[in-house]
């Protein structure tokens, strides 16, 4: 079973910039998509950002031009560079991976699969 858990989050001021990563443990295998999730208080889940082992990618509207999504597949890591950051995006963000294929229809940072993994999750708190 593949265990996904994420570092990076923290507080940080509105402009600021933060990096994620996501490592994969236990029987790992490369996933087609794989993505990174938020929720806000209050708010229901947002897939926001998916990468596929090709390198192609997908983005909600209110991230993209500002976080960059991608994987390093033989460290079995996923990573979000999020740049200029906004009050906005305080949540917390879980990366998890999709039970795809290349057929599989991705748009607006989310991917039209069911997750067959997901990790704990990690805060990012952007204060104005």
């Known amino acids: 079973q593949v265990q996904l858990v994420e570092s990076g989050g923290g507080s940080v001021q509105a402009g600021g910039s933060l990096r994620l990563s996501c490592a994969a443990s236990?029987?790992?295998?490369?996933?087609?998509?794989k993505g990174w999730f938020r929720q806000a208080p209050g708010k229901e889940r947002e897939g926001i950002a998916a990468?596929?082992?090709?390198?192609?990618?997908s983005y909600a509207d209110s991230v993209k031009g500002r976080f960059t999504i991608s994987r390093d597949n033989a460290k079995n890591t996923l990573y979000l560079q999020m740049n200029s950051l906004k009050p906005e995006d305080t949540a917390m963000y879980h990366c998890a991976s999709y039970a795809s294929a290349e057929s599989t229809y991705c748009s607006g940072g989310y991917c039209y699969a069911d997750l067959d993994a997901w990790g704990q999750g990690t805060l990012v708190t952007v204060s104005s």
């Open positions: 236990g029987y790992t295998y490369s996933s087609y998509w």
């Open positions: 990468i596929n082992s090709d390198g192609g990618t």
